[in-house]
């Protein structure tokens, strides 16, 4: 299994990039998002998703990999293809995905070509959860409460305890902005009450 490649850059549009790495050129489809993320640069690393069926074999490059976490995440709901889910990434940037889905905004994900208003619903219905529990990202950092380790090893616990990651931020959160020089006993105890 390919994880990424990393080459130069010999062809590059907005969808899709040719890697050349050791005298083969890679055709790897690609999202807006990571067009311009590439945009500029001569050579780059290309987190990729090996995409296989019994008539085609294709490559989907990310240029980071929450982005391919996300689109992982979006080809996982019933209905929503490959080919969907890059327009979904072309149209709007990971957050405001995961943020529209979180938020039940069925306007937003409907303005993405190809999603109607029923695809919409299930990938609201199917993915709410996963998202918030943080899934869909590769990123910790962008759940968590802040770079603090007492919140993160709180976090990390309560987490272990059964609540969901952010219902676990929010209250972490709420307990440091009363309280930031807490110690991970108390911080651990106050946001318990909280959830």
């Known amino acids: 299994m390919i994880d990424y490649i990393k080459g130069n850059i010999t062809e590059l549009n907005p969808t899709e990039v040719i890697l050349e790495c050791y005298g083969i050129g890679y055709r790897i489809l690609i999202s807006l998002q990571t067009y311009e993320g590439l945009n500029g640069k001569s050579d780059a ?14 490559y989907y490059g990310f240029a980071t990999k929450d982005e391919r976490e996300l689109f992982r995440l979006l080809i996982g709901v019933s209905g929503i293809g490959a080919s ?4 979904m990434l072309s149209s709007l940037t990971s957050d405001e995905i995961r943020n529209a889905i979180l938020a039940e905004d069925l306007n937003k994900i409907k303005s993405i070509k190809g999603i109607g208003t029923k695809s919409a619903q299930r990938l609201i219905l199917e993915l709410k959860d996963k998202v918030a529990k943080g899934g869909g990202s590769d990123n910790p950092v962008l759940f968590s409460p802040s ?5 993160d090893e709180a976090t990390t616990a309560l987490v272990m305890l059964g609540f969901t990651k952010a219902n ?10 009363e309280k930031p020089s807490a110690s991970l006993e108390e911080l651990i105890k106050l946001a318990l009450k909280r959830l």
């Open 168 to 177: 676990v931020s929010k209250a972490v959160s709420a307990v440091l902005k």
């Open 147 to 151: 770079s603090n380790p007492a919140a």
């Open 84 to 87: 969907t889910s890059r327009m």
């Open 45 to 58: 690393k290309v987190y990729i998703h090996h995409y296989m069926r019994e008539d085609e074999e294709l």
